[in-house]
């Protein structure tokens, strides 16, 4: 099983879009930086742009949704010890900039490997490097937990899911709580996490893998990581819970099958792989009785 998807990651609003480049535009601007054009990246709940000419990129989202110094300061303190983090933008000083609604954050600009996949054995090194640097930081980050509890609100209210079939809602909270139970009876090492090291938060750079997107950071065990990469990546992994991995694995999806029946997601396809999700999930738990 390979997840994709997170929290929440539906597009910005197309009314906001102009708004954000000119904010990232403005920003950059500010600092001394050429930003004629902007060149869509990627829209997710976070719009990224590749601003021209200076070559930085701008991660831009409304300010009530980010949690973008933190972001910052992991990136800047994992880049100083060589983890694979993508860089923040050079020659300027590493900072947060409000522009009229949005906060902006500035980024170096990587070529993309040739082909675009990263190997399996690169993926889990890339992790296990990322997991030392982590463990050497002191930040103050929710557990993962935190995330199954807002999944399981999400499922009790039912004016948030209404397409949601009582028989699936059941089936959905009982394994969040069922797994929840098991991994925290489990005595196992915490630390932080990147949170969301999907192959989507892993760029293919010339200069190697980079993970982007640290603002999902919570603790809990590397397994919890490790579940959200695809299930090849693993088989490179030492010294882990593979009973703990499994249970993470489905934890993450009972997580993420949840998100895609909140009314306000608009994740393409996401009803059809919500579908696709919840087969699994039964199957799991005709196994488990």
């Known amino acids: 099983m390979t997840v994709l998807y997170g929290e929440g990651r539906s597009a910005m609003r197309v009314s906001e879009l102009p708004c954000a480049v000119a904010a990232a535009r403005a920003a ?39 949690v973008a110094r933190l972001e910052v300061e992991l990136a800047q303190r994992l880049t100083e010890m060589g983890s694979p983090v993508a860089a923040l933008a050079p020659r300027v000083t590493p900072d947060v900039h409000e522009r009229d609604g949005f906060v902006v954050t500035l980024w170096t600009y990587c070529e993309p490997a040739v082909p675009p996949e990263v190997p399996p054995a690169a993926y889990a090194d890339a992790l296990a490097r990322l997991h030392a640097g982590m463990r050497q930081l002191d930040v103050p980050a929710p557990h993962f937990t935190v995330r199954v509890d807002r999944a399981q609100r999400l499922l009790a209210d039912r004016d948030r899911t209404p397409a949601l079939a009582e028989a699936d809602r059941r089936l959905l909270d009982g394994t969040l709580g069922r797994l929840r139970r098991a991994i925290g009876e489990r005595d196992t090492a915490e630390q932080l996490l990147h949170g969301e090291p999907h192959p989507g938060n892993l760029l293919a750079t010339e200069s190697g893998p980079l993970f982007v997107d640290l603002e999902t950071c919570c603790r809990g065990p590397v397994e919890f990581d490790l579940a959200h990469a695809p299930d090849d990546v693993a088989e490179h992994c030492a010294d882990i819970d593979r009973d703990l991995l499994h249970d993470c694995r489905l934890l993450v999806l009972a997580m993420i099958t949840t998100w895609r029946w909140d009314r306000h997601d608009r994740l393409p396809n996401g009803r059809r792989l919500a579908g696709e999700w919840l087969g699994r999930l039964r199957e799991a738990s005709a196994e488990v009785r």
């Open 28 to 66: 950059a601007a500010s600092l001394g930086l050429a930003a004629d054009e902007a060149v869509v990246l990627h829209d997710s709940n976070k719009l990224t742009l590749r601003l021209l000419p200076c070559d930085v990129v701008a991660r831009v989202a409304p300010v009530a949704d980010q």
